[in-house]
């Protein structure tokens, strides 16, 4: 854009669109021109048509080269939104990939970390049950000993109850 602007020179990125010689207007003296008026007429119709027309032909060329260069503005527009796409697709590309692995390695991980868990789970519920066993065994073998330990003493207690009832 800035090129085809360097390249005409007159900021509007137009090139000068040349005149044809019958487009100018030139006065004409008051005497000359009632004559020529009357034999002219269809003459100069026919210049102001032919104006007119040139007029309409330049304005449509105009227009139509704004469109073009509007056209060229977008085109460049959507190519350098194209670029930064492209650039931001070049960096994040590799972040994804990284990204992924270190999903997958967080993945296997937790895999791992589950299985442990479900190991030491039930090692928990074994351990739990045994703990229970010894709990039970302890018990019994505590009233086993209060028995053991009651029996000794009876004959002991027999004993002084018979040498108390001696003495007496």
């Given at each position: 854009m800035e090129g085809i602007q360097k390249k005409f020179g007159n900021g509007q990125g137009l090139p000068p669109?040349?005149?044809?010689?019958?487009?100018?207007?030139?006065?004409?003296?008051?005497?000359?021109g009632k004559e020529a008026k009357a034999t002219a007429e269809p003459e100069t119709e026919d210049r102001e048509?032919?104006?007119?027309?040139l007029r309409r032909v330049l304005a449509s060329r105009q227009y139509s080269q704004k469109y073009r260069l509007k056209q060229l503005h977008y085109i460049m527009q959507l190519e350098t939104e194209v670029k930064a796409l492209q650039a931001e697709v070049a960096i994040m590309s590799p972040r994804i990939k990284y990204a992924d692995c270190q999903n997958s390695l967080l993945r296997a991980e937790n895999g791992s970390m589950k299985?442990?868990?479900?190991?030491?789970?039930g090692e928990l519920t074994f351990k739990e049950a045994q703990y229970e066993e010894l709990k039970r065994e302890r018990q019994i073998l505590k009233q086993l000993c209060i028995m053991y330990n009651q029996q000794q003493e009876q004959p002991k207690l027999v004993n002084n109850l018979n040498q108390r009832f001696n003495k007496m």
């Open positions: 669109i040349p005149l044809p010689s019958s487009f100018s207007r030139k006065n004409t003296g008051d005497d000359a048509l032919e104006a007119k027309k299985q442990k868990l479900s190991a030491f789970s």
